[in-house]
T-cell receptor
Framework: NAGVTQTPKFQVLKTGQSMTLQCAQD?????MSWYRQDPGMGLRLIHY???????DQGEVPNGYNVSRSTTEDFPLRLLSAAPSQTSVYFC?????????????FGEGSWLTVV | AQKVTQAQTEISVVEKEDVTLDCVYE???????LFWYKQPPSGELVFLIR??????QNEISGRYSWNFQKSTSSFNFTITASQVVDSAVYFC?????????????FGAGTTVTVRA
């Protein structure tokens, strides 16, 4: 039961570096999303995808890029890391909720930008 | 505009006390979904409950219970006879219908500390 798998779990970056947070799900879910969690603000939606080849922006997309070439994978790219991107990142996947499904989260990725 | 408001930032109780977490939401949709997640110190998000807007029946699961009231747009969560293991951050979240039901709007979270 892998569910939603995120890598890496911890990462330290220098300002200006780029990196990719990986997210994979093995439940054949069409919907995948990335959230960031900051103190006192809950989780906020960065980008989402409704299926392979389709992505769109969420609430806080600036500085991030995504692609969805397969149903299983939804990587999040930081093009030029900034200290403001220090956060905990969560990937989520689901089918539509109307059929009694729920939204599954990965274990999170802790990113520090120095 | 904040769609989900958790007015309590932190709650501290002594073990075996009951604790109620408030959640007020805002939406114009008639179909929506409400969630509670628990985030223990280890950091992962643990799904607790999902409630549909058309199902106002309250739910009890062990020491956990939820009170959903559409009239006041509230979805409150009560932990009965709290235990140290209940110490965590609890998030209330809203998913609005009409095709966007895979996106969640989270409240800021309530940190619950249960002291032995």
């Amino acid at each position: 039961n892998a569910g939603v798998t995120q890598t890496p779990k911890f990462q330290v970056l220098k300002t200006g570096q780029s990196m990719t947070l990986q997210c994979a799900q093995d439940m054949n879910h069409e919907y995948m999303s990335w959230y960031r969690q900051d103190p006192g603000m809950g989780l906020r939606l960065i980008h989402y995808s409704v299926g392979a080849g389709i992505t769109d922006q969420g609430e806080v997309p600036n500085g991030y890029n995504v692609s969805r070439s397969t149903t299983e994978d939804f990587p999040l790219r930081l093009l030029s890391a900034a200290p403001s991107q220090t956060s905990v990142y969560f990937c989520a996947s689901s089918r539509g909720l109307s059929s009694g499904n729920t939204i599954y989260f990965g274990e999170g990725s802790w990113l520090t930008v120095v | 505009a904040q769609k989900v408001t958790q007015a309590q930032t932190e709650i501290s109780v002594v073990e075996k006390e009951d604790v109620t977490l408030d959640c007020v939401y805002e939406t114009r949709d008639t179909t929506y979904y409400l969630f509670w997640y628990k985030q223990p110190p280890s950091g992962e998000l643990v799904f607790l409950i999902r409630r549909n807007s058309f199902d106002e029946q309250n739910e009890i699961s062990g020491r956990y219970s939820w009170n959903f009231q559409k009239s006041t747009s509230s979805f409150n969560f009560t932990i009965t006879a709290s235990q140290v293991v209940d110490s965590a951050v609890y998030f209330c979240a809203l998913s609005e219908g009409r095709g966007d039901d895979y996106k969640l709007s989270f409240g800021a979270g309530t940190t619950v500390t249960v002291r032995a």
